[in-house]
């Protein structure tokens, strides 16, 4: 069985000017639990409005398990907040 893994993902940081044109901006925190609760990347522990979507499945790493786009998507609709589905 072939799965789809997750697309590449450009991690360049978007220009200030960037991201203060955004209209009210879906923001997915993908990290785990554990990691929101320790505040891995950096304070703020979370962000306020962030909407939490732990990219890991079952809290296994990337290393053991890579996320498929499949998998993804079905927690993401498990969370996503019911204005900003269109």
Same mark, same amino acid.
């Given at each position: 069985?072939?799965?789809? !893994?997750?697309?590449? &993902?450009? !991690? $360049? %940081? ?9 209209? #009210?901006? @879906?923001?997915? /925190?993908?990290? /785990?639990?554990?990691? &929101?609760?320790?505040? !891995?990347?950096?304070?703020? *522990?979370?962000? %306020?409005?962030?909407?939490? &979507?732990? @990219? =890991? &499945?079952? =809290?296994?790493? #990337?290393?053991?398990?890579? $996320? $498929? @786009? ?6 993401? #609709?498990?969370?996503?907040? *019911?204005? !900003?589905?269109?």
């Amino acid at each position: 069985e072939i799965r789809e !893994k997750m697309p590449a &993902v450009d !991690k $360049t %940081p978007a220009a200030v000017e960037v991201l203060r044109a955004l209209h #009210q901006p @879906l923001i997915l /925190d993908v990290r /785990d639990d554990n990691e &929101v609760s320790v505040g !891995k990347g950096g304070p703020p *522990a979370s962000i %306020p409005g962030a909407v939490h &979507v732990p @990219l =890991n &499945v079952d =809290n296994q790493p #990337q290393s053991t398990h890579q $996320t $498929t @786009l499949e998998e993804f998507v079905e927690k993401f #609709q498990d969370v996503l907040p *019911a204005d !900003k589905d269109h």
